[in-house]
């Protein structure tokens, strides 16, 4: 069973930075592939970003595209999502995301077996 605990939410202004992390445990994290998503108040949840097992591969959001960016670290069990130039429409809860059944789980929320608790983004204006 995957575990999957994410951390580093909190309130930012816009136009600042934040990272989040995303610690796995409980399987070979190497052979997981992983995503970030993201729920704002009253909308669905929606893709953020991508990364294969190996991290070679990577997708973002139109979004967030040149703002964001998503890595790994194997030997840490880590993904990581570094944001930049916030906006306060990125506001919202961000979830981290895996599956072990693909090389590279894109941008399709049921292509992840393994979902974390998600933590807070706040953008202010």
């Known amino acids: 069973q995957v575990q999957l605990v994410e951390s580093g939410g909190g309130l930012v202004q816009a136009g600042g930075s934040l990272s989040v992390s995303c610690a796995s445990s409980?399987?070979?994290?190497?052979?997981?592939?992983m995503g970030w998503f993201r729920q704002a108040p009253g909308k669905e949840r929606e893709f953020v970003a991508a990364?294969?097992?190996?991290?070679?591969?990577?997708d973002y959001a139109d979004s967030v595209k040149g703002r964001f960016t998503i890595s790994r670290d194997n030997a840490k069990n880590a993904v990581y999502l570094q944001m930049n130039s916030l906006k306060p429409d990125d506001t919202a809860v961000y979830y981290c995301?895996?599956?072990?059944?693909?090389?590279?789980?894109?941008?399709?929320?049921?292509?992840?077996?393994?979902w974390g608790q998600g933590t807070q983004v706040t953008v202010s204006s």
């Open positions: 409980g399987h070979t994290f190497r052979s997981l592939a």
């Open positions: 990364i294969s097992w190996s991290g070679t591969s990577t």
């Open positions: 995301a895996a599956t072990m059944t693909r090389f590279y789980g894109g941008s399709n929320s049921i292509n992840y077996d393994y």
